[in-house]
């Protein structure tokens, strides 16, 4: 088979592909009886193709509705064929949503057939030198094969150059419309020389040549000695005008007047929630599994698998229960009692676990066993529900019994929910939301609605469903409780069944099982304490630095008028692109996915090194965001009930195990500018209190020395040196007291930047030095400490032969581009591979921290301490005054015990009336 050369330039012939899965079986159809195998067929051909060749320029060409000039030329032309069937015209709208989803150009042009769409495009990038991929059934398109231009059918994955056209056809490239046209094409209607066959035209062909040689000797036929060849100068003679139509008509038009050039038609990332939307709809289980979760099978299934794959798995709702009476609760008191487990939801007003209102209850004992129990829909002529106090007083006793099990989707909202009404959640031994992140943290959605799709089949009803979108969007109390008790009780049937697949999946591998068990779980619960503690804050200061930044805002926006010598919005991209690229000249560092010079932070960050505006454009951007996000927000923020602002820890995003957090985001104030310092001296301390801040000093490095067991980096850390410094010495040759503050400097960059997958080429951008130096720094560094180096190579070597990377607690990163063909994806997951075990276990040991520290204040009995934040490797308290001597040393015991490494774990403690102080 021809050798294709690397990234070529794919057009897809979509109309082609279209028709073929059409017919092809399985034909499959979705639970709703819509016909969805065309769809399947086309699509699953394009992620072939994509996974096989990553291509950077691609389009999926398809035809457009109407007439073309064939049709014109020739009125028979296609004429037999039947129109488009229904089931097939239902299928080709959500064909070119998913296409458009996968971030794939479309091309329909009125007028012409996709043939010449494609053959413009080929034609205009071969004269380019640009290698051209046409992926097709169609043997008219052989027509187009040149030194650059290659056919592929996907189907049979046959590959065909001007050598492998000869072979099929008996002709090349340059000879296959000749063909065509003698030997007429009975799909389109091409009518052809009458008894002129394939055996003939190609006898035609190979003797004489093309067919405007053979009409000048047609007297040379009869010698070819083919069957008929005698009679077949009168024929061709008689036929000569449907010859020169036909050559017409079978001719692929070149010279198509098309908007879109090579340039326009690069591959877009994917649409991620538009893709798990519609794999959804379609019932595409085993493609929405790997949106949501990373590939997890071959992309290739047969028709049976398929079919299985693809099957409804729809949740029975028949036997869902309304608890309206008091004798129907007590039978489900009843059954929750001994059940050896059952699943829990709460219904609220909001999703402001501070704000929200409860107003039902759901349960599931079994599969398709489930019940609502309202008890404040509120809306007109409502039925009559038990009350809010009578359900409570009766449900209390079973929610704080340890011993009855119970597992919940998100447990830390309904946790801090059910505080509020006095009631301490207890027995919660499962989560799925985070059983699912344990399982598979690359992931990024673990909601249940798409962990029902991924795991049941199952679409779940959504809120909007039942509540509507928007600024008319009810909530939960007004929903009528017909629609709201199917709902509510399908929230606890899906979990329930949640858990029941994916607990046997972390089983099978014990360290994911005690991960959760041991940290997820139960860190669940401390991060409900402390989002209900909350933090205070200093709202009058917050509103004086909201008027400062205001006032550098407004001169910022001067400064850049009066570099650009004109006035401009400075938040608009498309204006501030026409200032630094068309009026400025400046350099273009990086483009967006529609061609557009990018003004994004990075390239700033770039220009700045060179030029003034781009700085002023950075800063400006700094404080509006410091402005609006915190000066301006934060006092909005302050809980009217507690006077405190209780941000929303996310345990389910990231893939690292890190923490993020919400309302506010605590993970993105500054400490390295003064204006970020200023927002952070607003963390206040109640009266008779102090903040104190407890932090990991330079805990991935010590991680990186316990990983990489370098004997340097081992001896370091256990004499307590800098480690910068040390590094510096080893890198410069220099002793420890020579190192300046210069190579100290470069020395930091090394050792942060080197575990974080950092090439040369970054280095020298940070440093701002040449690249062949920045080399020669990381090459005396891996010298000096052959281990890291070591440990590096063989990450990246296990990371590529199991798809995964493990943290010190076996928490695992799973990398699934590390075998990717796009160069930067893969090397993105290299990076990803070195830096992910050690962000990871960081992650790891400050969630052990919180725990263990969590459970000290729990013995400490008083309200002396309470745990306010977590932020990145640092702890912030609330501690009275005159307990600082005693429990900070302790606090500080308790972090550097939470894991046993191999390096000392250091946690340095500050002491202040306000974060920044104690920061």
Same mark, same amino acid.
């Given at each position: ?180 046209? *003698?030997? +007429?094409?009975? @799909?389109? =209607? ?5 008894? &002129?066959? %394939?055996?003939? $035209?190609? /006898?035609? !062909? ?85 949106? *949501?979760? +990373?590939?997890? @099978?071959? =992309? ?5 698998? &398929?079919? %299985?794959?693809? $099957?409804? /798995?729809? !949740? ?90 119970? @597992? ?16 301490? !959640? ?494």
């Amino acid at each position: 088979m021809p050798q294709i050369p690397e990234n070529p330039f794919i057009l897809v012939d979509g109309s082609s592909y279209l028709y073929r899965a059409f017919y092809a079986p399985p034909h499959l159809t979705n639970s709703a009886g819509e016909p969805t195998g065309a769809v399947y067929g086309v699509v699953n051909m394009l992620r072939s193709l994509l996974n096989q060749f990553s291509p950077s320029h691609i389009a999926v060409v398809f035809d457009a509705k109407g007439k073309t000039f064939r049709d014109e030329m020739f009125a028979e032309y296609k004429a037999q064929r039947p129109s488009m069937p229904d089931d097939l015209r239902s299928q080709v709208e959500p064909l070119h949503d998913i296409i458009r989803a996968l971030g794939l150009p479309i091309i329909i042009h009125e007028g012409v057939e996709a043939d010449d769409v494609i053959g413009t495009l080929a034609r205009q990038a071969s004269a380019q030198g640009i290698n051209t991929l046409i992926s097709t059934g169609d043997k008219d398109m052989a027509q187009l094969v040149d030194e650059h231009v290659l056919l592929i059918n996907t189907m049979t994955n046959t590959v065909l150059d001007r050598d492998g056209v000869v072979e099929k056809f008996g002709v090349g490239p340059d000879l296959i419309i000749d063909y065509l046209a *003698l030997m +007429g094409d009975k @799909v389109d =209607n091409i009518p052809g020389v009458p008894g &002129v066959g %394939e055996k003939t $035209a190609i /006898a035609m !062909l190979q003797g004489i040549g093309s067919m405007d040689e053979i009409y000048e000797r047609l007297d040379e036929l009869p010698a070819l000695g083919f069957r008929g060849s005698k009679s077949m100068p009168e024929k061709m003679r008689a036929n000569e005008a449907e010859a020169r139509m036909s050559y017409t008509l079978a001719t692929i038009k070149t010279d198509v007047e098309l908007a879109e050039r090579y340039e326009d038609l690069s591959a877009k990332p994917a649409d991620k929630d538009k893709l798990i939307e519609l794999y959804g709809k379609m019932e595409f289980k085993r493609w929405l599994a790997e949106v *949501l979760d +990373g590939p997890v @099978v071959s =992309n290739s299934a047969t028709p049976a698998e &398929v079919e %299985e794959l693809v $099957a409804a /798995a729809t !949740l029975d709702s028949s036997k869902y229960e309304t608890i309206l009476t008091q004798a129907q609760l007590d039978t489900w008191l009843t059954k929750l009692q001994q059940a050896p487990l059952f699943a829990f939801d709460t219904e609220t007003t909001s999703v402001n676990y501070m704000l929200a209102e409860l107003v039902g209850f759901s349960f599931a004992v079994a599969p398709g066993d489930a019940a609502y129990l309202p008890v404040a829909h509120d809306y007109p002529d409502a039925p009559e529900q038990l009350t809010l106090d009578q359900v409570l007083s009766q449900l209390k006793p079973i929610l704080e019994d340890a011993s009855k099990a119970k @597992v919940l989707q998100n447990l830390k909202y309904d946790a801090s929910v059910l505080a509020r009404y006095d009631v301490t !959640l207890r027995g919660a031994d499962f989560d799925t939301m985070l059983e699912s992140y344990v399982f598979n943290s690359v992931s990024n959605r673990h909601d249940m609605d798409s962990l029902a799709l991924k795991y049941l089949g199952h679409k779940a009803i959504s809120f909007e469903d039942v509540a509507g979108k928007g600024a008319k969007q009810l909530t939960f109390n007004q929903v009528p409780l017909e629609t709201a008790a199917v709902y509510a009780a399908e929230d606890a049937d899906v979990t329930l069944q949640l858990h029941q697949t994916l607990w046997p999946k972390l089983e099978q591998q014990p360290s994911l099982a005690k991960l959760f068990h041991e940290v997820e779980l139960p860190l669940a619960n401390v991060l409900s304490t402390i989002e209900r503690t909350g933090v205070l804050i200093d709202s009058d200061l917050l509103n004086k630095q909201s008027h400062e930044l205001g006032e550098k805002i407004i001169a910022l926006e001067a400064k850049a008028h009066a570099i650009a010598e004109q006035q401009f919005n400075l938040g608009s991209p498309k204006q501030l692109q026409e200032i630094l690229f068309e009026k400025m000249k400046l350099p273009v560092v990086k483009k967006t996915p529609k061609g557009a010079p990018s003004t994004a932070e990075e390239v700033l960050q770039e220009l700045a090194y060179d030029y003034p505006l781009p700085a002023v454009i950075l800063e400006y951007r700094s404080l509006s965001k410091l402005k609006s996000t915190y000066a301006d927000k934060l006092p909005k923020m302050v809980n009217s009930a507690t006077g405190r602002v209780h941000t929303s820890y996310h345990q389910a995003i990231t893939a690292t195990g890190r923490l993020s957090s919400s309302d506010p985001n605590l993970q993105n104030i500054p400490i390295r500018n003064e204006e970020g310092r200023r927002i952070r001296e607003a963390f206040i301390a109640k009266p008779g209190f102090k903040v104190v801040a407890i932090d990991y000093s330079q805990i991935e490095l010590r991680i990186m020395a316990h990983l990489s067991q370098d004997a340097g980096l081992l001896t370091a850390f256990a004499d307590g040196k800098d480690i910068h410094k040390a590094t510096a010495a080893e890198v410069f040759s220099v002793s420890l007291d020579d190192v300046t503050t210069e190579q100290r400097r470069s020395a930091k960059a090394i050792n942060f930047g080197l575990i974080y997958g950092m090439s040369a080429f970054g280095l020298a951008k940070q440093l701002n030095i040449g690249r062949a130096e920045a080399q020669t720094y990381m090459d005396l560094y891996f010298e000096r400490y052959p281990g890291v180096l070591r440990y590096m190579e063989t990450t990246r070597a296990n990371a590529m032969e199991d798809g995964f990377v493990e943290t010190l607690l076996g928490r695992r990163l799973h990398l699934p581009d590390i075998k990717a063909r796009n160069a930067m994806r893969k090397k993105a997951a290299e990076r990803a591979a070195i830096n992910a075990p050690m962000q990871g276990t960081a992650a790891d040991i400050i969630k052990l921290a919180m725990i263990h520290v969590a459970d000290w204040i729990e013995q400490q009995s008083d309200n002396s301490i309470q745990m306010i934040m977590q932020v990145h490797d640092e702890l912030v308290f609330e501690i009275a005054e005159d307990k600082l001597e005693q429990y900070v040393p302790a606090l500080q015991q308790l972090m550097e015990q939470a894991m046993t490494l191999d390096v000392p774990l250091i946690a340095e403690a500050g002491i202040g009336n306000n974060w920044n102080q104690a920061h």
